[in-house]
């Protein structure tokens, strides 16, 4: 078994056909006349202009603008004054063949965007490496490697892909992507998922391990790969396979469809992101909104310092931008515990998740990561319909110390005509035993809750999440967690304000009836879980479920608890 990148989900079992593009050999030649040399370049760029220009144009009507946009961008490069015009100087100047100069002023560019540390400019590299292959090849007479016509059932291996060969890919008959290279947002990953093909980057050495006519199997989701897999492995795959395509095609019919219980109970079905890019998977599968972006993922990556308040506004508003008014529930900085930003150069707590975190850091530094963010939010909050969201609140104090920054920020942008939302709501995460004891409290005052059973199971039960040893006491249906849960949804309720959920537990098919008979608003999950719970959620009864939650509360044990929610879902089937 080979492990690698989950880029894109399904599985895959076919033949492998190893894609190697012939390499090319660059030589740097002499030129006697350099005005026909840069004449000879013109052709060449005109003719990788057109077929750009071509496999652009089928790419949006097979399968989106959106995938197209890749290629638009190559001829947005091949089109660049200053990229063409230091070519033809380089003809000119050194009297050197097209080929050569190619070489030279591109590998130049592509170098300079590798370097840097914005992972969209280090895809302009490969970009950069793309058209410079495809000039050369067109210069050299040489045929790029024919993708469309692949026979069918044929697993793709290569070293790495261009977005031009994957976009070239006929899905009828490529029925999985294995890469070497690659990350889960390099854009051959993107386009994959576009053509929904199950897809597995980053599987390292992986082309030696593998031949033309090997039999490959692929989980794009689990991210493993299989080369020549026995008899056993091979009926479990194809047994997957089976129930992957099943499944998915039948929850397609609620697409479109509103999330409503079976007794008119009309709930939400919103989408956890961590950033910009993972919108176009919520619209995908019809996530109403987003109940949880967590923005710490803006700060980490690669990062070697903190995006900017502008930064932040454009990532912020592109979600609020794409969701067309759909309620995008923004929580601001969630860095410390178990999350680490080396640049922010934090010491090191004795008890992380009991430390120094989240709302605390940021009410203590106000003035570079706090207001910044905050400002960016509000800025934001006039593309769309965003809500703020405070994560690890325990007294009310931090509520009242962030509406207080939000109005000065407000006087400010006022001062200065900067449209904002005036009347942008301003929740909490509720997740910490103490924030749930005065849920009543706080319920008064904030204008929305959201349950993070992550947390609030950890902090109710004493117990860190992520340590495998005291795992056993980890659970969100342990009748404490239960009664915290139920607790909070009653006294958000009752004071009138939404109560959503974010944490995993809002997706967990055992815990949904309980919550819907609890009363709450709106689930919160990653965007492939949503049509799941749209179809279990609406075939529900809310006033049916109130006898099982009411018999769920009265055990006294998690494991009495989880039987009993067991048996209930599987009585379903
Ligand atoms: C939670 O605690 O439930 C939650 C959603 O936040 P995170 O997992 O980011 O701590
Ligand atoms: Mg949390």
């Known amino acids: 078994m080979y492990k690698g990148t989950s880029a894109s989900a399904g599985i895959g079992i076919g033949t492998a056909v190893i894609v190697e593009e012939a390499e090319l050999v660059i030589r740097r030649e002499t030129v006697e006349d350099e005005a026909a040399e840069v004449e000879r370049f013109k052709g060449a760029l005109d003719k990788t202009m057109k077929d750009t220009e071509a496999l652009a144009a089928d790419l949006a009507t097979r399968v989106g603008e959106k995938e197209a946009e890749i290629l638009q961008g190559h001829l947005m490069l091949l089109m660049d004054p200053m990229l063409t015009g230091e070519i033809e100087n380089t003809i000119s100047n050194e009297k050197i063949c097209s080929e050569y100069a190619i070489e030279q002023v591109c590998s130049m560019y592509a170098s300079v965007f590798a370097s840097m540390e914005d992972e969209l400019m280090q895809q302009r590299a490969t970009d950069m490496n793309d058209i410079k292959a495809r000039m050369q090849r067109v210069l050299l007479g040489l045929e790029s490697v024919d993708i ?69 199997v692929l989980d794009g989701s689990a991210g493993v790969v299989y080369v020549n897999p026995d008899a056993d492995v091979a009926a479990e795959f194809a047994a997957k396979r089976e129930k992957f395509l099943k499944d998915k095609k039948e929850l397609e019919q609620y697409i479109g469809k509103p999330t409503i219980t079976k007794d008119g109970v009309h709930v939400e079905l919103v989408a956890n992101i961590g950033k910009p890019e993972d919108v176009e998977k919520v619209l995908q599968y019809d996530g109403e909104g987003v109940g949880l972006f967590r923005t710490e993922f803006l700060f980490m990556d690669d990062r070697t310092a903190m995006p900017t308040e502008d930064e932040q506004f454009e990532a912020y508003k592109a979600v609020a931008e794409a969701l067309k008014g759909k309620p995008v529930i923004i929580r601001t900085l969630d860095i410390g515990g178990d999350k680490e ?14 430390g120094y975190r989240a709302i605390r850091l940021c009410l203590d530094r106000k003035d570079d990561i706090y207001k910044p963010q905050l400002r960016a939010l509000l800025r934001a909050s006039a593309y769309g319909n ?61 204008d929305f809750f959201s349950i993070g059973t992550n947390d609030l199971t950890q902090y109710t039960m004493s117990v860190d999440r992520g340590n495998d040893k005291i795992s056993y006491l980890y659970s969100t249906f342990n009748p404490a967690v239960l009664r915290s849960i139920k607790h909070i949804i009653t006294c958000g309720r009752e004071a009138g304000i939404m109560v959503g959920m974010c944490g995993e537990a809002a997706s967990d098919p055992m815990m949904i009836p309980l919550l819907l008979a609890f009363g709450l608003n709106e689930f919160s999950m990653s965007a492939s879980s949503i049509l799941y719970s749209r179809k279990l959620i609406t075939n529900f009864s809310t006033e049916e479920l109130q006898a099982v939650a009411d018999q769920a509360m009265s055990f006294a044990t998690t494991k009495e608890v989880e039987e009993y929610m067991r048996a209930f879902i599987a009585g379903l089937e």
């Open 148 to 216: 469309a016509s692949l026979p069918a059932g044929s697993i793709l291996v290569a070293k790495d892909l261009t977005p031009s060969m994957t976009a070239g890919i006929n899905p009828a008959n490529v029925t999985g992507i294995v890469t070497e290279l690659g990350g889960k947002t390099s854009h051959s990953a993107i386009l994959a998922r576009a053509l929904e093909i199950p897809a597995v980057v980053a599987v390292n050495d992986f082309m030696s391990h593998v031949k033309n006519g090997d039999q490959v």
């Open 341 to 354: 930003i080396p640049y922010m150069g934090l010491e090191k707590d004795e008890n992380p998740f009991l």
């Open 386 to 446: 965003i809500k703020i969201m405070v994560p690890l609140v325990t007294c009310i104090d931090e509520y009242r110390a962030v509406k207080e920054l939000a109005a000065e920020l407000m006087a400010e942008l006022d001062e200065k005509g900067i449209a904002y939302n005036k009347d942008i709501q301003i929740g909490i995460m509720v997740e910490t035993a103490a924030a749930s004891l005065i849920a009543d409290i706080f319920a008064k005052e904030v």
